[in-house]
């Protein structure tokens, strides 16, 4: 084993654990951190199953976004769904044989990285060009779109351009898994890519990428309305509610 | 007429373009001690307040779910930035939804963040200092609470929580706002936010019981504290002696005669609004509430009915329940609190009340949807009841009636501009400038189908339409109550 990829072997299983547990500890935080009172935004769905469509119909068409912005919808779903498709084709590194549906996917995968780099494309151009978002903007957010191009572009090279010992990427990343390393391919461009996608893993959870998790836990998306017919109280609040106060 | 450029109407709706500062001030008035230690404050700026400051924020990081996911949440992705009334009337960018919550979030990240301990600069991360207290101070009120910006958030995030926590925030190291803090002040003194004495209330509900008298020859009743009726009515006290407030008051006096409902007004509850919410206080609100509570027990009531009110519905069908429940003693038949909508809806739709629609025909209408009550609350048994419930109850007393345009009305509905605890001379220009995309609305149907007025089931509405149509060319007269229009319409039996 070489050095290369030794240091690549324990940044990835680094990166893994920061991914893991600091996400995981966010989840928790989201989770037990009291909603004390009844905030959907109306009109808001009178059940529970209500209310895991109106989740569902943000998370997978970002409703309240197509409402709100034809252009940041356009290029936000673009980008993730390609995200979803690519990430799903790339099931089939850590897979062995891979599975029937991966191998189907394989040509849509490797087509819809064009769509996520049109997609962040877009983002990043109107963050820039236009007035409102770009005042809004920090470093970060601009670094956040470069380092997901650098991702897509360093990707969408190896699939299409310069390709490289892909057996050999398959073995490296199998032997993460089974802890059995193997040497991982020396290309430039898959440095790069795996690189920033440690560089990404690492600063999910410390970054506005906690969205994810985080739409999950808005109370004025998650929550029923039946505050008349059913009393919702936060635990510190019953405190309040014992004699002498 | 002003001290500022009224904003003049835009030929078709183009997104300002940014003029920073424009609406840099010292903000509204700061709140006397007396009143910031009413309500369990320190009376004054405390000293070391940078820490107390950031010992709130965690605090309500610790206890409020929305407040810390919304802190972490926002992509800036922009999709909010052309949606507060109070951005496209001042173009100031901090009056853009994720700019104002920006001035909490850069601090909440520099303490609360690894990213922003370490990394300021980069997510723009930044010192508690007195320049960025002053920006929250007059930035926090600048937004109404209205909810708006939260309906067009891909994570639905709310501003008005985030306003709220910095309200809460400043109150908790003396520095407060006089207008909300005062009028709480009040409520806990005398039992309203106008500070009428019992004996005030009582003249004023017997001078309009002989004002209905003389108008109709039909005695129809006001009654104050009475022990043991079906009803009590919690409304909001500028229902006492506001126009068109009162109007309003004085139809649902009418829809109760007419039902043969008893009812009763509290003079210890003489208040449906509570201010408390506008301050992100948890527990002032509840002491507010509670006294509902108190009342309804007192007067071994069986339901209770709240007056035309935006955010007081906003507490009552939201929170009350939370704050001041379990309602347990009172008739399960009725959901509690019931709004006098649909109360009056209901008796409608049974053919109870007889109406005469011609008596409102000298007027065409439209509808404001309050935003509490469009975006926080419902009415009836299906969503989007708020919408409907008290349109069916205009149609069903008027001929003429109009909606604004479609993406004015209902969930999208533009803030009065007065609403959040703004509706206060010393934020004159703020709320004139804010009105702006709710006149254009109002321009639109007066245009194209002949509006004269426009109804509105919310006392801030109806004071914050009161002063600034003037400002628009429009007639200060031109907005109504609801139950102004039922008043009008309802035939009152003659006494038996
Ligand atoms: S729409 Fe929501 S996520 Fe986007 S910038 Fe505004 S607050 Fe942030
Ligand atoms: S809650 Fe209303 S007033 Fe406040 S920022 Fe959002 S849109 Fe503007």
């Known amino acids: 084993m070489d050095f290369i990829s030794v240091v690549y072997a324990l940044l990835f299983y680094l990166a893994s654990v920061i991914f893991v547990v600091f996400v995981a500890r966010k989840i928790y935080q989201y989770a037990t951190v009291p909603a004390p009172l009844k905030i959907p935004t109306m009109p808001a769905p009178l059940t529970t199953s209500g209310v895991a469509l109106r989740l569902a119909r943000e998370v997978v068409f970002f409703e309240s976004l197509f409402r709100s912005n034809k252009w940041i919808w356009l290029f936000g779903w673009m980008f993730h769904l390609a995200l979803l498709v690519v990430l799903l084709r790339h099931l089939r590194y850590f897979i062995d044989p891979v599975w029937m549906w991966v191998a189907l996917i394989q040509p849509f995968g490797k087509y819809a990285s064009f769509f996520m780099l049109i997609g962040l494309a877009g983002l990043l151009a109107r963050r820039i060009v236009v007035e409102r978002i770009r005042y809004i903007s920090n470093p970060s957010d601009y670094l956040m779109l470069l380092l997901l191009l650098l991702i897509g572009m360093s990707g969408t090279m190896l699939t299409f351009v310069l390709h490289t010992d892909i057996v050999q990427l398959k073995a490296f990343t199998l032997g993460l898994l089974y802890f059995d390393w193997q040497p991982l391919p020396k290309d430039p461009a898959v440095l790069v890519h795996l690189g920033a996608v440690i560089v990404l893993m690492i600063i999910f959870p410390f970054s506005k990428l906690l969205h994810a998790p985080g739409i999950f836990f808005s109370p004025s998306r998650n929550q029923v309305d039946n505050a008349r017919e059913k009393r919702h109280i936060a635990e510190w609040a019953t405190k309040l509610e014992t004699p002498n106060n | ?496």
């Open chain 2, 1 to 496: 007429m002003a001290a500022f450029d009224v904003p003049p109407f835009r030929p078709y709706p183009i997104i300002p373009e940014l003029k920073p500062d424009a609406m840099k001030k010292d903000g509204p008035f700061i709140a006397k001690p007396d009143h910031q230690e009413a309500l369990g404050f320190p009376g004054k700026l405390v000293d070391n307040w940078q820490e107390k400051a950031i010992e709130k924020m965690g605090d309500l990081l610790k206890r409020f779910r929305s407040f810390q996911v919304y802190m972490d949440a926002c992509v800036k992705c922009g999709a909010c930035t052309d949606k507060c009334h109070y951005f496209i009337g001042t173009s100031d960018p901090k009056n853009m939804p994720v700019a104002r919550q920006d001035l909490l979030r850069q601090v909440y990240r520099r303490y609360f963040t690894f990213a922003g301990k370490y990394f300021p600069k980069l997510v723009g991360a930044k010192d508690l200092t007195r320049e960025i207290l002053d920006e929250w101070y007059n930035y926090y009120h600048q937004c109404s609470q209205c909810r708006r910006c939260s309906v067009f958030c891909p994570y639905g995030i709310d501003t008005a929580e985030i306003s709220m926590a910095a309200r809460e925030i400043m109150d908790s190291i003396g520095h407060g706002q006089k207008y909300c803090n005062e009028i709480i002040a009040k409520v806990y003194k005398i039992g309203n936010n106008l500070g009428l004495p019992e004996p005030a209330l009582r003249d004023t509900l017997e001078g309009l019981e002989e004002d209905i008298l003389d108008a109709t020859g039909v005695a129809v009743r006001l009654p104050i504290d009475e022990e043991g009726v079906d009803v009590l009515l919690v409304t909001p006290s500028a229902d006492f002696f506001a126009e068109p407030h009162v109007d309003g008051l004085v139809g649902y006096a009418k829809v109760f005669h007419q039902a043969g409902i008893s009812w009763t007004i509290s003079s210890y509850a003489s208040e449906a609004a509570n201010f408390s919410m506008f301050i992100g206080s948890y527990e002032n609100m509840r002491k507010i509430a509670l006294r509902i509570r108190q009342a309804a027990i007192d007067l071994k009531v069986k339901r209770i009915v709240f007056g035309e009110c935006g955010h007081a519905w906003r507490v009552a069908y939201s929170f009350l329940n939370t704050l001041a429940g379990p309602f347990d003693f009172l008739d399960p038949k009725y959901p509690v609190p019931q709004h006098i909508c649909e109360l009056t809806y209901d008796l409608i739709q049974r053919g109870a009340l007889k109406l005469d629609k011609t008596a409102n025909d000298h007027m065409k209408l439209t509808f404001h949807d309050s935003c509490n009550v469009a975006r926080a609350t419902r009415m009836g048994s299906m969503p989007g009841g708020q919408f409907v419930i008290p349109r069916e109850v205009i149609k069903a007393v008027c001929n003429h009636y109009y909606d604004m345009p479609s993406d004015t009305i209902h969930d999208g509905t533009f803030c009065c501009g007065g609403g959040g605890g703004l509706l206060t001379d010393d934020l004159m220009e703020v709320r004139v400038k804010g009105a702006l995309p709710r006149m254009e609305a109002l321009k639109q149907v007066t245009d194209d189908h002949g509006v004269t007025h426009m109804a509105a089931i919310c006392a801030i509405c109806k004071s914050q339409f009161t002063k600034v149509l003037p400002y628009y060319g429009f007639r200060m007269d031109q907005i109504v109550s609801v139950h102004q229009l039922v008043s009008n319409a309802i035939v009152l039996s003659p006494p038996e």
